[in-house]
């Protein structure tokens, strides 16, 4: 059924309905008086109802009249995002999109982040695109990735912005063979002498996996050092030495031989969503809102979800809503 009204005419009367007054709605939208009277008496006729109450001092809104201008708000917003969306799509309608990771990117909310991009971006392609233990920002440092998930601390980088999503213990990786593999938990300080297996990484992302800021001065004791999940997963296997690891591996990398042990004593990880200050393209700020917004409305087990304005300070630029 075709609806009894435009979109031009739902202008005219939110204008009215919000100025309570007709010569002032009539100045704001540039038309004569008399015009908008005759244009609000059609729009009465055509839904059948009496929208506004008036007489010589005053106009006030009916309760249909209230019930019209809330729907009518919600129709032409919607109707103004859907023009800008697709005077930028026909400028770029190819646009690409890549996302940036390492391990198990977002944890569970990497689905979720994902399907509701697409749905709400359906013109622009968009990669999944994994990255080695070298590179912490996934692909920012260099510009080969748009938009990345990331954990601070990363090396210091001028146009880096991050929104952080939510934190997570870090835990204790090692072999189900180690003596470690039976305790409930372990402090930091009953591993200053074990081998650790090191990330082949910048110095501050290095130092943070290996929790240099919690061991007293203690030098880590480097049994191997890797640059992915699967090498790390396999040197813990071989006995090369132990890893601390976030919570939400254990999740997505469990496996045959491998124990994951809770740990006092050292800070838990966070995870954020990143971008260059220097592409703030409308497709990667819509995939950032897309992934805050995730994260404030969806439960993960043992994160602590940070809200909207708690974004942490990794040494790089953070986003703020003041």
Not at 13 to 39: D, M, N, T, W
Not at 52 to 80: F, H, M, P, Q, Y
Not at 146 to 164: S, T
Not at 181 to 205: G, N
Request: with cysteine; charged share 20%.
């Amino acid at each position: 059924m075709q609806p009894p009204f435009e979109l031009r005419v739902l202008r005219y009367f939110v204008a009215v309905a919000e100025e309570l007054h007709f010569g002032r709605a009539a100045a704001r939208l540039h038309i004569a008086q008399p015009s908008l009277s005759v244009q609000i008496r059609n729009l009465e006729r055509a839904v059948n109802a009496p929208l506004l109450s008036r007489n010589s001092r005053t106009v006030a809104l009916t309760a249909a009249g209230e019930v019209l201008l809330n729907r009518s708000r919600e129709l032409l917003a919607a109707a103004d995002e859907a023009a800008l969306l697709t005077k930028q799509a026909a400028r770029e309608p190819n646009r690409k999109l890549v996302v940036g990771f390492q391990a198990n990117a977002a944890a569970e909310l990497t689905p979720t982040i994902m399907e509701s991009y697409r749905r709400t971006n359906p013109r622009v392609e968009v990669e999944m695109r994994s990255y080695s233990f070298d590179d912490p920002t996934a692909g920012l440092s260099d510009g080969s990735s748009d938009v990345a998930f990331v954990r601070p601390p990363l090396p210091e980088f001028e146009n880096l912005r991050v929104v952080a999503l939510f934190t997570e213990p870090r835990v204790l990786a090692v072999s189900e063979t180690s003596e470690l593999a039976r305790h409930s938990s372990v402090h930091v300080d009953e591993l200053l002498d074990e081998p650790f297996v090191a990330r082949c990484a910048p110095d501050v992302w290095r130092d943070f996996w290996l929790a240099t800021d919690f061991r007293h001065n203690h030098a880590p004791v480097i049994g191997s050092e890797v640059s992915s999940v699967d090498e790390c997963f396999e040197a813990i296997l071989s006995q090369k030495g132990i890893a601390f690891t976030q919570a939400s591996t254990e999740r997505f990398y469990g496996r045959p031989g491998l124990t994951f042990v809770p740990v006092t004593g050292i800070a838990p990880s966070t995870l954020g969503v990143a971008w260059r200050q220097d592409n703030e393209h409308w497709i990667t700020r819509a995939f950032v809102e897309v992934a805050r917004y995730a994260a404030l409305n969806t439960p993960l087990p043992q994160a602590s979800p940070l809200s909207a304005s708690g974004f942490g300070h990794f040494g790089t630029t953070t986003e703020s809503d003041g």
